[in-house]
């Protein structure tokens, strides 16, 4: 029996509603401070020190949040898809960039001010509009 579970259309709905939030502020979360905050930043201060540090620091926190609503979504969508969860492409984009988020921050931790993490906010974005266009509200 690999049918997903029954549930109420109530919770459904309100299931889906928290997911839908919870994407937009992860995925608009990304790209807002990645591609309108950190250039507008990095230009407003010239390009210093502390305007890199700030800008590095805030795509941190956001891809921080970004892990937290992506555990969210993988487990609200694993709930209500059971087994069949393995073989959805959404729940699938969504563990690849929870992959590439954890990667981000580790290999922060591991060695800061390399360009290999350019390259990782970049792939969690273009997962992000994977994950965006492939949205199903159910």
Do not use: H
Request: net charge positive; aromatic share 10%; with cysteine.
């Amino acid at each position: 029996m690999n049918a997903a579970p029954k549930q109420p259309a109530a919770v459904k709905r309100r299931t889906g509603m928290a997911s839908q939030l919870l994407l937009f502020f992860w995925l608009g979360g990304v790209w807002s401070v990645g591609y309108l905050v950190e250039p507008a930043l990095l230009q407003r201060l010239g390009g210093t020190a502390e305007a890199v540090s700030l800008a590095l620091y805030l795509k941190q926190v956001m891809v921080a949040l970004g892990i937290v609503c992506g555990v969210v979504l993988v487990w609200a969508r694993g709930w209500r898809l059971g087994k069949q969860c393995w073989r959805d492409l959404q729940w699938q984009l969504i563990m690849a960039a929870l992959l590439a988020s954890a990667g981000y921050l580790y290999l922060l931790w591991l060695t800061p001010g390399t360009e290999l993490e350019s390259v990782l906010y970049g792939l969690i974005s273009l997962l992000a509009i994977g994950v965006a266009v492939n949205y199903r509200g159910d």
